[in-house]
């Protein structure tokens, strides 16, 4: 688990070059490519690297405790201390980010002064409204409307830290440009961890990781602290008034997977190895109770061996998707899990996500994408289409066709409307076998808008809160791509701020 995470942070260093050319001499209709262009910033997560707190200064007592050292649960601890706190992060997995380190696209908001920048006219209430279309209206509207309303603001927060998602592009369901990532194109999971990590040393908040919490105590009917296993032996008690659980989903969870969507059960999962489940277990056995844990989303474009999801940006940029025949069969930014099916439709289930080297530029993830060895490239179509085994007049008309609809604004055959703004015409050709995986569970726990855990009655468990993957109800029947990374960013930050009301 650690080496391959080690080799999911050391890959996110990359770096992109604007290149022209792909068996097309027409130009795109708009050029976006000036963010593009710019010589790229190395983005390392120092998640492998960075020196956690020893074991030993584990102390027995603190103001708040988070449990899970992913974006929420940094995001919690880091409000918490700005509100005055003396908070600490238990991880029981060896290093720190969680599936957060394996974001990809971005952080969607709405009304952000990055989009204001780029002349991007957009709101909350269309934000809400694609949000609840994306997840077919079973979304909860109070935490919806939170969410939506507190976007904005959550990126200028990131900014202040000098965390800076001032590139736009586009994701599935979404009418606008409101996703947020790193300037260069780079993934943002690697660059969110990095940054959060280094705000948290910054403020002196000790990280422990190979730390796994088995039981929040209570008292009175009020948490009173955590018990803990150190090192998968030495256990602990630790005391304190608030905690906050932020362990992440269970899309690694075989067992769980199988009890909720036995028909996913034969599938690959995007998911960190610890995204099994721990905070709902933890959360349920203190009376809290869980909402839509058979919403399980299925991501369209996966790699499957070794599984390891090709990020939505490679569409939002341009990319389109062929089947085994060489055509497309699908508006590509559909949302997730209509792409899903339709892939599921095609021979074999699977196809291939295809590209130029103009969307290679702007995102910068497909560097790590070829480092792995998941990418196949030639100098025209036809060259690309012999080495996929597709009809290559087939392909070459698909790819034709493709750039007619980017040069009209027009796609008579899917009602594509987003992601258009460039054509496949690079100088080198791209493509990577994909099929549907496990990525990202909607269900958990239920929660209010300001992150208390419920009970079934409505009532709260004094003293517990959660943010993250490991709640349920926010996404509905299916997360709209970037939301999950504008979730843990905002419901983390509420927690930790609400935590610090609940104990003055």
């Known amino acids: ?173 979404m009418s606008v440009k409101r996703t947020h990532r790193p300037a260069d194109g780079s993934a943002v999971g690697g660059y969110l961890v990095t940054g959060l990590l280094r705000n948290v040393k910054k403020q002196n908040i000790p990280v422990f990781v190979n730390t796994d919490v088995t039981k929040i105590n209570q008292a009175n009917g009020k948490v009173s602290g955590v018990k803990v296993k150190i090192n998968q032996d030495k256990t602990k008690t630790i005391s304190s008034k608030a905690v906050v659980v932020t362990t992440g989903g269970y899309g690694a969870s075989k067992k769980l997977i199988k009890k909720y969507r036995p028909d996913l059960a034969n599938y690959v999962t995007t998911n960190q190895k610890g995204s099994t489940g721990d905070g709902i277990k933890l959360i349920t056995a203190m009376g809290g109770y869980t909402v839509d844990m058979n919403k399980i989303q299925i991501h369209p474009t996966v790699h499957q061996k070794p599984a390891y999801l090709i990020g939505e940006a490679t569409r939002g940029e341009g990319g389109i998707l062929v089947n085994q025949n060489g055509k497309r069969f699908v508006n590509e930014l559909k949302t997730r899990d209509l792409v899903s099916a339709a892939i599921n439709k095609q021979p074999n289930k699977d196809a291939y996500v295809v590209f130029d080297s103009g969307v290679k530029a702007r995102v910068g993830s497909i560097a790590q994408y070829q480092k792995l060895g998941f990418v196949k490239s030639a100098d025209s179509w036809t060259a690309l289409a012999k080495k996929l085994n597709v009809p290559s007049s087939t392909f070459k008309t698909t790819v034709t066709d493709w750039n007619q609809a980017v040069k009209n604004q027009k796609d008579p055959d899917f009602k594509r409307t987003t992601g258009m703004d460039h054509q496949l015409n690079g100088k080198t050709c791209y493509a990577i076998k994909i099929a549907p995986g496990i990525h990202y569970t909607m269900g958990g726990v239920k929660i209010n808008p300001q992150t208390e855990v419920l009970k079934k009655s409505g009532q709260t468990i004094p003293g517990l809160f959660a943010a993250g993957e490991v709640t349920g109800g926010l996404h509905g029947s299916n997360r709209i791509g970037g939301n999950s990374v504008a979730e843990i960013i905002i419901f983390g930050r509420q927690a930790g701020t609400e935590a610090a009301k609940y104990l003055k």
Not at 125 to 143: I, R, V
Request: hydrophobic content about 35%.
């Open 1 to 173: 688990m650690k080496s391959r995470l080690i080799t999911i942070a050391a890959g996110l260093a990359m770096v992109t070059a604007s290149l022209s050319g792909c068996g097309n001499s027409n130009t795109s209709k708009k050029s976006s490519a000036s963010r593009s262009t710019k010589k790229t910033t190395q983005v390392t997560s120092s998640a492998s690297t960075a020196k956690y707190t020893p074991a030993k200064d584990l102390k027995s007592k603190y103001d708040v405790i988070i449990v899970g050292a992913g974006g929420a649960g940094m995001s919690a601890a880091l409000a918490a201390k700005d509100k005055g706190l003396n908070p600490v992060i238990l991880e029981k997995m060896p290093i720190a980010g969680g599936n957060t380190l394996k974001a990809s696209s971005g952080m969607n908001a709405s009304e952000t002064k990055i989009q204001k920048k780029d002349g991007i006219k957009d709101t909350n209430q269309k934000f809400y409204e694609e949000t609840l279309k994306g997840g077919h209206g079973t979304n909860d509207k109070k935490m919806l409307r939170f969410f939506v309303n507190h976007s904005a603001s959550a990126i200028d927060w990131l900014d202040s830290m000098d965390i800076k998602l001032n590139n736009l592009t586009i994701s599935g369901g």
